[in-house]
């Protein structure tokens, strides 16, 4: 598959997206007229949601129109799959041309490129597969222009069907994946249209996060672009830094834990393969995903009690589930891919977000949309009132 500027990719891309179609585990069994009313009840709740979160949160989107540029999507696992190739070949471009002009100086560029991007196709594919069971639902901020779906495979067909791109960068749009909804709220045994409108009101949030905000995408877009920008496409500074990290990644992995014999944090696949200036990148992205999930747990939650009966319930076993994580590969598997970080942003940004909200209210939490310079640094997040003091009074 070639990219949008005629050269060769870093990676097969319809190759990952075959490859994980044939590898992710099919959903739980459903009639086909269980699967339309979960289908059905998911676009009720996310509409409903809406209004909800607006409510809660004092935050409108700038315009009408930018919010209905941001589709809601209901998908089954290889829709997910579809939906974050697109996002993927969208963000990763400036990395591809990077890597293009180097190849364009190489005697052997033409067949060794091919072969690696066929070999990181099915990686890439293996690794979607892994992740499409595990995500409730994802606003997805790299989603690529319209048109993003294809014509459904049939008439009757029940789940949105994204397109691969490769258009440029649009306004985003959310997803929601109807059959792990599904799987989760059957291993939970909790209500389900009250489960299904609680993960609508995570999920909503985070689009009205971007839809509000005017200039929070594109911040997270130039902050992910100078993050590829720094990025060594030299295979032997990448072997490098892979040895001096195969000692603290081996390290952390036999008591799966979290940290590594040393006590100290273990590595996941991104941190080992990041220069110095990455890692700075990384730390402001850090903070700025925690503050995004942890305002999404704590609206969910705020929201809840009004609108979803057995929030307290769904919130208790959502969170052993959490704490409990799953058998020992999975575990394996989300540290390697930085997993556990991603929930400990939940805790993190939901801790800031309630200290903040309890020193000066929801308004004065607001005013972190502000600019990129109300935003709290990763150190902030941690110190609620350090961010009050700065910024929050």
Known sequence: MTSASGGADMVDWNLAVAT???????????????????????????????????????????????????PVLIVDRPGWVRANVAGFRTVVQPLVEKLQARRANSATAGVLGAVGEKATGIEVGALLAFLSTKVLGQYETFAPAEPSLEAPD?????????????????????????????????????????????????????????????????????????????????PGALLDRLRDAAGSLGGGLPGVGGRGESGQASTGLLEIVQSPAQREILGRLTAVMSLLEGHADVVMDGVGPAVVPSVAEIREKFQQRRDRGANRLDLVLRRLLGMDAKLRQYQDGAVFVRGVVERVGMEGFNRVWTSPNTLPTKEEIHDPAAWVARVGR
């Open 20 to 70: 994980a179609t044939r590898l992710v585990r099919p959903g739980p069994e459903v009639s086909r007229a269980e699967a339309a009313a979960v289908v059905a009840e998911l676009r009720r709740h996310a509409l409903e949601a809406e209004e909800h979160v607006r409510e809660f949160t004092g935050m409108r989107s700038s315009s009408l129109a930018e919010a209905a540029a941001t």
């Open 154 to 234: 049939s008439p009757a067909a029940l789940f949105d069907k994204p397109r691969l791109g490769p258009e440029g960068p649009g306004p985003g749009r959310l997803l929601l994946v109807a059959p792990n909804i599904v799987h989760v709220e059957r291993e939970l045994d909790v209500d389900p249209a009250d489960f299904r409108l609680w993960v609508c009101l995570h999920e909503e949030t985070h689009r009205t996060q971007f839809t509000a905000v005017p200039w929070l995408r594109d911040h997270i877009q130039s902050e992910v672009q100078s993050f590829l920008a720094e990025t060594d496409v030299d």
